[in-house]
């Protein structure tokens, strides 16, 4: 069998691009409440519909929807995070109780979801230009994925690095008793951040969505490697999620290939963002995370 493999290194970083925009948004959240928000699924989801309401039932284009995706996700997450999540860690909740009242806020979002939009998928109809190089073909969407990704990896670099409210985020991850000593809001810095995450939730949906089809579980078709992401960089550490996206991109990718050669169905590929997340928490718990800093 012969193997593309300029093919099969785009197409991983195709789909490091999608994981990395998912999981960073998770893993940022993740770093400031210390509690896995199964609901992220849901953020992706609601991304995805609003870019559709946005540049196909509205017709005001694609940039305005990205922006506007970006805007009522990160809204609604901090709503959820007021309405639910802060009065359930004031009162002493576990990492557990915040854990299954993610995955019901999920639940309600996404039957919420479901009976405005219903369940029949919906399609983007944006007409998105194809090309040869060498032997490669090449899609202008997924190269604004690509760019997109590397775009946030450094614009949020540059927010945690330059900015007062970064330094505040990564201050509140590492130490939130000491950040609140030195005068640092810490629940306005866990608003702001969770406002971004879930914002950048809705960004892979939307580019998920343009690259497949929208319905109210396309948060959930991409939940798990995103999760496989957050682990394997290091809970809360966002270099180690840029590079644990690719790293994952690149397995799902050539794991098609073995799968293929198998004869199985690459439906199993699913599995392979799986089956690392699995030997991560075995070996590595703590994932990438020593070879970045925080943050």
């Given at each position: 069998?012969?193997?593309?493999?300029?093919?099969?290194?785009?197409?991983?970083?195709?789909?490091?691009?999608?994981?990395?925009?998912?999981?960073?948004?998770l893993?940022?959240?993740?770093?400031?409440?210390?509690?896995?928000?199964?609901?992220?699924?849901?953020?992706?989801?609601?991304?995805?519909?609003?870019?559709?309401?946005v540049?196909?039932?509205?017709?005001?284009?694609?940039?305005?929807?990205?922006?506007?995706?970006?805007?009522?996700?990160?809204?609604?997450?901090?709503?959820?995070?007021?309405?639910?999540?802060?009065?359930?860690?004031?009162?002493?909740?576990?990492?557990?109780?915040?854990?299954?009242?993610?995955?019901?806020?999920?639940?309600?979002?996404?039957?919420?979801?479901?009976?405005?939009?219903?369940?029949?998928?919906?399609?983007f109809?944006?007409?998105?230009?194809?090309?040869?190089?060498?032997?490669?073909?090449?899609?202008?969407?997924?190269?604004?994925?690509?760019?997109?990704?590397?775009?946030?990896?450094?614009?949020?670099?540059?927010?945690?690095?330059?900015?007062?409210?970064?330094?505040?985020?990564?201050?509140?991850?590492?130490?939130?008793?000491?950040?609140l000593?030195?005068?640092?809001?810490?629940?306005?810095?866990?608003?702001?951040?969770?406002?971004?995450?879930?914002?950048?939730?809705?960004?892979?949906?939307?580019?998920?969505?343009?690259?497949?089809?929208?319905?109210?579980?396309?948060?959930?078709?991409?939940?798990?490697?995103?999760?496989?992401?957050?682990?394997?960089?290091g809970?809360?550490?966002?270099?180690?999620?840029?590079?644990?996206?690719?790293?994952?991109?690149?397995?799902?990718?050539?794991?098609v290939?073995g799968?293929?050669?198998?004869?199985?169905?690459?439906?199993?590929?699913?599995?392979?963002?799986?089956?690392?997340?699995?030997?991560?928490?075995?070996?590595?718990?703590?994932?990438?995370?020593?070879?970045?800093?925080?943050?």
């Amino acid at each position: 069998m012969m193997i593309n493999w300029p093919q099969v290194l785009f197409n991983s970083a195709i789909t490091g691009s999608l994981y990395l925009i998912g999981a960073v948004g998770l893993t940022l959240t993740y770093g400031l409440s210390k509690f896995p928000n199964f609901a992220h699924a849901e953020f992706i989801t609601l991304g995805a519909f609003i870019g559709y309401l946005v540049a196909e039932q509205l017709g005001l284009g694609w940039p305005l929807a990205l922006l506007i995706a970006f805007l009522v996700s990160g809204t609604v997450g901090v709503l959820c995070y007021r309405g639910i999540f802060q009065p359930l860690a004031k009162r002493g909740s576990s990492i557990i109780h915040l854990m299954v009242a993610s995955i019901a806020l999920g639940f309600i979002l996404r039957h919420s979801i479901g009976a405005i939009w219903t369940w029949k998928p919906v399609y983007f109809s944006a007409a998105w230009t194809s090309f040869d190089v060498g032997s490669m073909r090449i899609s202008s969407l997924w190269l604004w994925l690509i760019v997109t990704a590397i775009s946030l990896s450094f614009a949020i670099h540059f927010l945690l690095m330059k900015t007062r409210i970064g330094k505040a985020i990564r201050a509140s991850a590492s130490n939130p008793e000491l950040a609140l000593a030195s005068g640092i809001n810490v629940n306005r810095v866990i608003l702001i951040t969770w406002f971004i995450g879930t914002g950048l939730a809705a960004i892979a949906g939307i580019f998920r969505g343009a690259d497949t089809q929208i319905w109210p579980m396309t948060g959930w078709d991409i939940i798990l490697p995103i999760f496989a992401v957050a682990i394997l960089g290091g809970i809360g550490n966002f270099y180690g999620a840029i590079a644990a996206a690719f790293i994952i991109g690149l397995a799902e990718n050539v794991g098609v290939v073995g799968l293929i050669a198998l004869g199985l169905s690459t439906t199993y590929r699913i599995g392979i963002a799986f089956l690392i997340l699995i030997i991560t928490l075995i070996v590595k718990p703590e994932g990438l995370a020593m070879l970045f800093r925080r943050f």
